[in-house]
């Protein structure tokens, strides 16, 4: 069993910048991918980026340039900057889309 909880949400204007956090704890040596996701109002979860144990990273595009996930040990980290008011959502942390935290929410807005 792995167990995730994610902060650092909250309420940025556009242009500003947050950094999420997971913590994960349990058996996160047999994780093999760590990822972000995150879900808008009305809309479904979507992909939004991740980190495989070798360090690869991959990006959806609308973030790539502005966001950068890293991992450090059981930690995993998401760094969103010129944050835009389209990426309000509750941003949820996976390890190998078999577990999940509860969210964090993320508002831009002005």
């Known amino acids: 069993q792995v167990q995730l909880v994610e902060s650092g949400g909250g309420v940025v204007q556009p242009g500003g910048s947050l950094r999420l956090s997971c913590a994960a704890s349990g058996r996160i040596s047999r994780i093999d991918i760590m990822g972000w996701y995150r879900q808008a109002p009305g809309k479904q979860r ?10 690869r990273t991959n990006y959806v595009e609308p973030v790539k340039g502005r966001f950068t996930i890293s991992r450090d040990n059981a930690m995993v980290y998401l ?32």
């Not at 969103?80 to 577990?99: F, G």
């Open 46 to 55: 979507e992909w939004v980026a991740d980190i495989y144990n070798t360090g």
């Open 79 to 110: 760094q969103m900057n010129n944050l835009r008011p389209e990426d309000t959502a509750v941003y949820y942390c996976s390890a190998d889309l078999k577990y999940w935290g509860q969210g964090t929410q993320v508002t831009v807005s002005s």
